[in-house]
Each structure stands twice: as structure tokens, then as C-alpha cells.
């Protein structure tokens, strides 16, 4: 069964860095683009930026100053890097599979989320 | 970056048929898809690639689009439906993923 599991630290203080690992079992890892989404208490999604198999990243502009995303092929994972956070970055981190088939775009598989949050 | 909007709440009777909508340059472009979410749940997608259905996901569930709006049918509501659903696309200038901001269906 194809499944991502996810993890990291889930209560950060003010200035310090978020940091969330996904890993891909049951399938490949060419040929998808693998993202990371957030969601803050009760609101909406939000693309955080993507990956691909060679490295090649994509980031919201809104985030893009604070964000790294990196990838380990050799162990089906990638990674998020937030600095800077601060409680307006405590929301429910997902990490996905996005499938780019122009003109056909979607994200077929899901981590289960991992609550960060961010308090003094 | 394209922004999506969509109506922030839909209420529907048992069983009848109800329609949520996305709006957003990106989807003259690029096919919506759509994800329903549930309290304490990661989404789940419900609608891909123009109108096909996962494995699993009830026919009931159908896709439709024209210019820049896309629709989220629901033939027959049943109250699991119950929950927000979120349309999702790329925009093809900057090739940045895009979200609505969600629409919660509430079967009455």
C-alpha cells in the first residue's frame, strides 16, 4: 500500500526553525511533484512549495524567504525548513503527492498531518 | 500567484443536488480538482483530472467546468457528505499551486 508517513517536532518556540520529514513507501518517487501544505486552525489549506525527484523546488511567494524544501532520493523522503516561525505558523502540516499531468493537476496521496505549534 | 474563490458555506436537503463552485484565471488553464475534509481528517480527493473519481469515492460525486469556473456536483447528497470541500489547481504563469478557500457543505 502506497502511504506517506510524516513527522517532527510539534510545539516550537518564537525565531526557531520548524523542521517535518515525509517519506514515500509502496511507491516511486520519479515522476511526482512532492509538496508540502499547511492549514491553520480552522481555515483553509495553503501551498507551502514542492519538490521533484531531481530537486528542483517551487515555492509560495508569501513563504518563499523562510522555506527550504529538500529531498533524499535514496531514502524516498523529503523535508520542510521553515525559519523564523512565529505563532502565525502554527497550523497542521501535510505533506502530498502532487501529480502534474498538464493540462490535469492533483495530489493523490496525503501524509495524516502533524500539528505544529508555536508558543513562548 | 492565481488565486481560487469559492462560495465559503452551501447548505443542501437530504438526497437533493447540490453544486459548489470555484472560480480563478488558473482553471483556464489547468483542470480543478477537489477534496473533501473532515473534522480531524487530512483531505481526501474526491474529483481528479477533469471528472474521474478515485477508487472509492462514490458516483455521486461529479466535475464540470467552463472558462475560469469549475463545479463540485453532489447527486443525492447523504450526510456523510457533510464536511468542506476545496478546489485546487495550478497556475500555469508562475506554476504555483493554488487552493480556494474551502466551501462547508451542510446537508440539512
Known amino acids: 500500500q502506497v502511504q506517506l508517513q510524516q513527522w517532527g517536532a510539534g510545539l516550537l518556540k518564537p525565531s526557531e526553525t520548524l523542521s517535518l520529514t515525509c517519506a514515500l513507501s509502496?511507491?516511486?518517487?520519479?515522476?511526482?511533484?512532492w509538496n508540502w501544505i499547511r492549514q491553520p486552525p480552522g481555515k483553509g489549506l495553503e501551498w507551502i512549495g514542492e519538490?521533484?525527484?531531481?530537486?528542483?523546488?517551487n515555492y509560495n511567494p508569501t513563504l518563499k524567504s523562510r522555506v527550504t524544501i529538500s529531498v533524499d532520493t535514496s531514502k524516498n523522503q523529503f523535508s520542510l525548513r521553515l525559519t523564523s516561525v512565529t505563532a502565525a505558523d502554527t497550523a497542521v502540516y501535510y505533506c502530498?503527492?502532487?501529480?502534474?499531468?498538464?493540462?490535469?493537476?492533483?495530489?493523490?496521496?496525503w501524509g495524516r498531518g502533524t500539528l505544529v505549534v508555536v508558543s513562548s | 500567484s492565481s488565486e481560487l474563490t469559492q462560495d465559503p458555506a452551501v447548505s443542501v436537503a437530504l438526497g437533493q443536488t447540490v453544486r459548489i463552485t470555484c472560480q480563478g484565471d488558473s482553471l483556464r488553464n489547468y483542470y480543478a480538482s477537489w477534496y473533501q475534509q473532515k473534522p480531524g481528517q487530512a483531505p481526501v480527493l474526491v474529483i481528479y483530472a477533469k471528472d474521474n473519481r478515485p477508487s472509492g469515492i462514490p458516483d455521486r460525486f461529479s466535475a464540470s467546468s467552463s472558462g475560469n469556473t469549475a463545479s463540485l456536483t453532489i447527486t443525492g447528497a447523504q450526510a456523510e457528505d457533510e464536511a468542506d470541500y476545496y478546489c485546487n489547481s495550478r497556475d500555469r504563469s508562475s506554476n504555483h499551486v493554488v487552493f480556494g478557500g474551502g466551501t462547508k457543505l451542510t446537508v440539512l
Open positions: 519538490i521533484n525527484h531531481r530537486g528542483g523546488t
Open positions: 502530498a503527492r502532487g501529480n502534474n499531468r498538464y493540462p490535469y493537476w492533483h495530489f493523490d496521496l
Open positions: 509502496g511507491g516511486s518517487f520519479t515522476n511526482y511533484y
